[in-house]
C-alpha cells in the first residue's frame, strides 16, 4: 500500500468515494485538525456523530470517542485510524469492580463521564461530558444520591459546582495529573500578565490557580472572548492548535509536565497520524465494532444525555 506524496489530497478523494466525515477531537495533531470536517470536543463530536447523513464516519480520537459514535449510529461504518489508541481514564474503571461499586450503592442514580467504555455506559443512567456535567448533575432532584464516574477530578469539581455529595469512583487521566503546580507558578511568575486556565481533569492543586476551568470547547472560546493577550493552557497542548488560529495576536504557553517531558501529550490521541487515517478510509478498517446488548444498553443514557443537554 504505498503512501501518497498529497495526503490531502488523497484523503479528501477517498471522503467524496466513500461519502465519509472526518471528526476530530482538540487533542490530535494539528495535520488531522486540518482536514477534519469537525473538531469539537466530546460533546460537539457525539452531537456531529448523532446528527451526521454520511455513509462512514472516521473518527480522529480515542476509542471511547469512535465507539459513542458507532452506539449512535449502528448500521454506518465508524473507522478508527489506530484502535490502540484507548484512554487511561477509561482504563481506570473496569466492569466488574464498577458493578460490585454500584452494588454497594443500590439507590444511587450512575452519572458517567463519556470517557469509560460502552460496558460502562450500559451500566449507567446518565452520560455526562466536561461540559454539560454540572448543567445535568444540577437537573437531578437534591434527595436523589449520585455516583459519578470515573474521573475524580471531574467529580470533585462538579460537587463543589453544584454542593452535592457525590459518592466517586477513583479514576483519573495520566495527561491531567502530569501538570506540575509548582513549575507553573513558575511560569506565572515568569508572565504575570498570563490567566491560567484549566481542563476539570486536573488535580485540585492545579485548578485552585485557574482563572478558568471548562471543557476544551469551554476554553477555546474563552480565550477567544478574553480581553487577555496571553493564557497559560492546563490541558493537552493539541488545542492550542485552534487557540493561535482563533486569536492569532494571543500567547498560548502549554501548562509544564513535573519532569518537563512531553508527557502532556496524551499518548493515546497522539497514535492516530495523517498516514494512518488516510490507511483508514483507503482499506475501510480498523473499524469499531461491539455486541448488540451492550449498544443497546450503552446508548439509553447517551441519548439521555443528548435530550438534557
Ligand atoms: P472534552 O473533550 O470534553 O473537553 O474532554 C477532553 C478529554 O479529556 C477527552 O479525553
Ligand atoms: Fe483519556 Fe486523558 Fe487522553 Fe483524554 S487526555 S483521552 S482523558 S488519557
Redesign the pocket.
Known amino acids: 500500500n504505498p503512501i501518497p506524496q498529497d495526503l490531502f489530497a488523497a484523503i479528501n478523494e477517498l471522503k467524496k468515494e466513500l461519502n465519509a466525515v472526518i471528526l476530530a477531537h482538540y487533542?490530535q495533531e494539528p495535520d488531522i485538525q486540518d482536514i477534519a470536517d469537525y473538531i469539537g470536543d466530546s460533546l460537539g463530536l457525539s452531537q456531529q456523530a448523532a446528527n451526521t447523513d454520511a455513509e462512514v464516519i472516521v473518527f480522529a480520537g480515542?476509542h471511547f470517542m469512535a465507539e459513542t459514535a458507532k452506539i449512535l449510529n449502528p448500521d454506518k461504518l465508524v473507522l478508527l485510524p489506530d484502535l490502540n489508541a484507548g484512554?487511561?481514564?477509561?482504563d481506570s474503571c473496569p466492569p466488574q469492580e464498577f458493578q460490585a461499586f454500584k452494588d454497594a450503592h443500590p439507590d444511587h442514580l450512575v452519572i458517567s463521564y463519556i470517557?469509560c467504555t460502552a460496558e460502562i455506559k450500559a451500566k449507567s443512567d446518565i452520560i455526562c461530558t466536561s461540559s454539560n456535567a454540572v448543567k445535568l448533575v444540577e437537573q437531578i432532584p437534591p434527595e436523589k444520591p449520585i455516583i459519578f464516574a470515573p474521573d475524580r477530578n471531574l467529580g470533585r469539581y462538579v460537587a463543589e459546582q453544584t454542593g452535592r455529595d457525590l459518592v466517586l469512583w477513583q479514576g483519573s487521566?495520566?495527561?491531567?495529573e502530569t501538570f506540575s503546580e509548582k513549575k507553573m507558578i513558575e511560569l506565572q511568575v515568569e508572565h504575570p500578565t498570563a490567566e491560567i486556565i484549566a481542563h476539570p481533569?486536573c488535580e485540585p492543586a492545579v485548578l485552585r490557580h485557574a482563572k478558568y476551568i471548562g471543557s476544551t470547547t469551554a476554553l477555546l472560546k474563552y480565550c477567544q472572548n478574553s480581553n487577555r493577550d496571553k493564557f497559560i493552557v492546563a490541558t493537552?497542548p493539541g488545542i492550542i492548535h485552534q487557540m493561535k488560529k482563533a486569536a492569532p495576536n494571543k500567547q498560548f504557553i502549554p501548562a509544564p509536565a513535573m519532569n518537563n517531558c512531553a508527557c502532556n501529550e496524551?499518548p493515546?490521541?497522539r497514535l492516530n497520524t495523517l498516514e494512518k487515517l488516510y490507511l483508514a478510509m483507503k482499506n475501510k478498517t480498523p473499524e469499531i465494532t461491539l455486541p448488540e446488548d451492550i449498544r443497546v444498553a450503552a446508548l439509553k443514557p447517551i441519548q439521555k444525555m443528548l435530550e438534557m443537554s
Open positions: 487533542y480515542v484512554c487511561s481514564l477509561a470517557n487521566c495520566i495527561v491531567h481533569e493537552e496524551c493515546h490521541m
